[in-house]
């Protein structure tokens, strides 16, 4: 297994550029084995058709792992024929300057990235002889400035037709890589991902308020139940006390009733005893009167018999008094077990009155209480089922609604920052595309205006990364500048156009390297000699960029070139020329 060292140190940014020294082909394409020395500044590599030129831009590009490859579907089909690998190596510049160097994780004047290709499909990548992930090297470059999969960085053979038929946003895409503002862009995406996803938690608290106020209600209107309930089961209650002690003061008044009717009994009871006595009396008295009369022989018979008349009246006087004196004892009798009764009763209702709470003073009598109860019990028994819980139910969930409503608004406070950080954002990355295309726009006319045309750069749709799309325009023969296309333009009026956009904007490039290869070859002599001239003047003004320029063609004189010649020698590229 291969072993995986720590990761690679990025370069500090504007320390310096880096350039590549060396290439090394082994087994690639039509190189067996090829040692190319460029230099920083200008490259130019000449030489017939077919002899391996375009193979050694296309070897760095494969070292520096791009993914674009035009000779082939898969990497392996680049092995040399008949062989079952192929390794190529790009040496890059790692000396220091003011003590320190571009990778300070590396203590080499040079950094040397290889790239193994098997034949079975299979490749990896080596920094110095250290295996390394495709990941870990694309950081190292992107933290030097080099994208090798840019156009407008490396421009392989035909790619300036491939440019031309790109999108416009993708166009745009890669004048951004270019020159450094690709990051404004992942920022903008960055906050539009966070914004998103901040509206995304927006609307899931939305929901979840919404729940929980309905849960709410639901709970509110349950305590409402419950307590509802409880006022009707408290007044049961309370009923069913006054009911034990109304059933207890009814009794009362009964045993006060029976007990009133007694008195009366009684009294009138002494009263007649007390006239039986005297008419007893008065009778007894008569007739020892009569008898004392009737002894002596006096009087008359009327006499007799008037005083004989008052006895009788006296005795039927007597025995009416005696029957209503046993009728009145036996009512008091019986109103003494009626009361006696009433008590035994009133106790035990007392008894169970006490049981169940303190006395209560109604007026009430038990079927009115009753009545109320069975009304009380109705109304009891029409709420069904209330949960007993439902205080501590509404509690929680009025607390779950109340913080939500708090992170609602919390959330609601973070996306109103969230767009004005989209919008600040994107604010900023328009200013700064406004001001790259209001720099290189006249450059890029006056490039074409150099070759008998007339051009414009346009940006559109800035209000949104999504939508922003880079337009060419491009006029040739006297005709209006149009939207570059290839149903508008030729071949060659393609390649002019896109190579004045190259042209202007090689000033604010941030790339140390810099590739094109075989632009000329649809531009007749005239055009291919200015566009030449015009690359190279561009080159020499920014020395302290490296340049690979591959032409097929003439080549111009020109000081301070380092000039490197391949030639195809029995189906072998052999390079020669080149300077340390």
């Given at each position: 297994?291969?072993?995986?060292?720590?990761?690679?140190?990025?370069?500090?940014?504007?320390?310096?550029?880096?350039?590549?020294?060396?290439?090394?082909?082994?087994?690639?394409?039509?190189?067996?084995?090829?040692?190319?020395?460029?230099?920083?500044?200008?490259?130019?590599?000449?030489?017939?058709?077919?002899?391996?030129?375009?193979?050694?831009?296309?070897?760095?590009?494969?070292?520096?792992?791009?993914?674009?490859?035009?000779?082939?579907?898969?990497?392996?089909?680049?092995?040399?024929?008949?062989?079952?690998?192929?390794?190529?190596?790009?040496?890059?510049?790692?000396?220091?300057?003011?003590?320190?160097?571009?990778?300070?994780?590396?203590?080499?004047?040079?950094?040397?990235?290889?790239?193994?290709?098997?034949?079975?499909?299979?490749?990896?990548?080596?920094?110095?002889?250290?295996?390394?992930?495709?990941?870990?090297?694309?950081?190292?470059?992107?933290?030097?400035?080099?994208?090798?999969?840019?156009?407008?960085?490396?421009?392989?053979?035909?790619?300036?037709?491939?440019?031309?038929?790109?999108?416009?946003?993708?166009?745009?895409?890669?004048?951004?890589?270019?020159?450094?503002?690709s990051s404004m862009r992942e920022r903008i995406l960055q906050a539009q991902e966070r914004l998103s996803s901040l509206m995304g938690e927006v609307n899931a608290v939305r929901r979840a308020l919404e729940e929980a106020a309905a849960a709410v209600e639901y709970w509110k209107s349950e305590v409402e139940k419950l307590s509802r309930k409880r006022e009707l089961e408290s007044r049961r209650t309370a009923l069913e006390l006054e009911f034990l002690w109304s059933l207890a003061r009814s009794t009362e008044l009964?045993?006060?009733?029976?007990?009133?009717?007694?008195?009366?009994?009684?009294?009138?009871?002494?009263?007649?005893?007390?006239?039986?006595?005297?008419?007893?009396?008065?009778?007894?008295?008569?007739?020892?009167?009569?008898?004392?009369?009737?002894?002596?022989?006096?009087?008359?018979?009327?006499?007799?018999?008037?005083?004989?008349?008052?006895?009788?009246?006296?005795?039927?006087?007597?025995?009416?008094?005696?029957?209503?004196?046993?009728?009145?004892?036996?009512?008091?009798?019986?109103?003494?077990?009626?009361?006696?009764?009433?008590?035994?009763?009133?106790?035990?209702?007392?008894?169970?009155?006490?049981?169940?709470?303190?006395?209560?003073?109604?007026?009430?009598?038990?079927?009115?209480?009753?009545?109320?109860?069975?009304?009380?019990?109705?109304?009891?028994?029409?709420?069904?089922?209330?949960?007993?819980?439902?205080?501590?139910?509404?509690?929680?969930?009025?607390?779950?609604?109340?913080?939500?409503?708090?992170?609602?608004?919390?959330?609601?406070?973070?996306?109103?920052?969230?767009?004005?950080?989209?919008?600040?954002?994107?604010?900023?990355?328009?200013?700064?595309?406004?001001?790259?295309?209001?720099?290189?726009?006249?450059?890029?006319?006056?490039?074409?205006?150099?070759?008998?045309?007339?051009?414009?750069?346009?940006?559109?749709?800035?209000?949104?990364?999504?939508?922003?799309?880079?337009?060419?325009?491009?006029?040739?023969?006297?005709?209006?500048?149009?939207?570059?296309?290839a149903r508008a333009h030729s071949g060659g009026e393609r390649v002019l156009a896109t190579l004045g956009f190259l042209l202007a904007v090689q000033s604010r490039v941030k790339s140390p390297f810099r590739a094109v290869d075989e632009f000329d070859v649809h531009l007749d002599p005239l055009n291919r000699e200015r566009m030449m001239t015009m690359l190279l003047e561009t080159a020499r003004r920014h020395g302290d960029v490296q340049y690979i320029i591959i032409t097929p063609g003439r080549v111009p004189e020109?000081?301070?070139?380092?000039?490197?010649?391949?030639?195809?020698?029995?189906?072998?590229?052999?390079?020669?020329?080149?300077?340390?």
């Amino acid at each position: 297994m291969v072993k995986v060292h720590g990761p690679l140190e990025e370069a500090r940014p504007a320390l310096r550029r880096v350039y590549v020294r060396e290439v090394v082909l082994e087994n690639f394409m039509s190189h067996e084995y090829s040692r190319v020395r460029v230099s920083r500044g200008i490259n130019l590599i000449t030489g017939p058709n077919g002899a391996g030129k375009s193979s050694i831009l296309l070897g760095i590009s494969v070292a520096l792992g791009q993914s674009y490859t035009e000779r082939g579907e898969r990497l392996a089909d680049l092995i040399r024929r008949g062989r079952d690998s192929a390794r190529v190596s790009v040496v890059l510049d790692n000396s220091p300057v003011d003590g320190e160097r571009p990778v300070r994780s590396i203590p080499l004047d040079t950094i040397t990235i290889t790239r193994y290709i098997k034949r079975t499909g299979e490749y990896w990548h080596y920094v110095n002889n250290r295996f390394r992930t495709k990941a870990e090297v694309d950081q190292l470059l992107r933290s030097l400035g080099i994208n090798p999969n840019n156009l407008l960085i490396v421009m392989h053979q035909n790619m300036i037709e491939e440019f031309a038929a790109r999108d416009d946003s993708e166009k745009l895409r890669m004048l951004e890589d270019a020159v450094g503002l690709s990051s404004m862009r992942e920022r903008i995406l960055q906050a539009q991902e966070r914004l998103s996803s901040l509206m995304g938690e927006v609307n899931a608290v939305r929901r979840a308020l919404e729940e929980a106020a309905a849960a709410v209600e639901y709970w509110k209107s349950e305590v409402e139940k419950l307590s509802r309930k409880r006022e009707l089961e408290s007044r049961r209650t309370a009923l069913e006390l006054e009911f034990l002690w109304s059933l207890a003061r009814s009794t009362e008044l009964a045993v006060r009733r029976k007990s009133e009717l007694l008195d009366q009994v009684r009294s009138e009871l002494f009263g007649l005893r007390a006239e039986e006595a005297e008419v007893s009396e008065t009778l007894r008295s008569r007739r020892s009167a009569l008898a004392e009369l009737l002894r002596s022989g006096g009087g008359d018979v009327e006499s007799v018999l008037r005083e004989v008349d008052g006895l009788i009246e006296l005795a039927a006087r007597r025995g009416v008094i005696g029957y209503r004196i046993g009728e009145l004892e036996r009512e008091g009798r019986a109103l003494e077990r009626e009361i006696r009764a009433l008590e035994r009763e009133l106790d035990e209702r007392v008894r169970a009155a006490s049981e169940r709470g303190p006395r209560v003073e109604t007026d009430r009598e038990p079927s009115e209480v009753q009545e109320e109860l069975k009304f009380v019990a109705l109304q009891l028994s029409s709420f069904g089922t209330v949960v007993g819980e439902a205080e501590e139910m509404y509690f929680m969930a009025d607390s779950k609604f109340r913080s939500l409503q708090i992170r609602a608004e919390e959330l609601e406070q973070n996306v109103r920052r969230a767009l004005e950080e989209v919008e600040h954002r994107k604010r900023v990355w328009r200013e700064k595309l406004e001001e790259l295309v209001s720099e290189v726009n006249p450059v890029y006319d006056e490039i074409l205006s150099s070759v008998g045309g007339t051009g414009a750069i346009r940006v559109r749709g800035l209000e949104d990364p999504a939508t922003a799309r880079l337009e060419l325009y491009a006029g040739f023969r006297g005709n209006p500048a149009t939207l570059l296309d290839a149903r508008a333009h030729s071949g060659g009026e393609r390649v002019l156009a896109t190579l004045g956009f190259l042209l202007a904007v090689q000033s604010r490039v941030k790339s140390p390297f810099r590739a094109v290869d075989e632009f000329d070859v649809h531009l007749d002599p005239l055009n291919r000699e200015r566009m030449m001239t015009m690359l190279l003047e561009t080159a020499r003004r920014h020395g302290d960029v490296q340049y690979i320029i591959i032409t097929p063609g003439r080549v111009p004189e020109m000081e301070g070139v380092n000039l490197i010649v391949v030639q195809n020698v029995s189906g072998r590229s052999i390079v020669t020329g080149g300077q340390g």
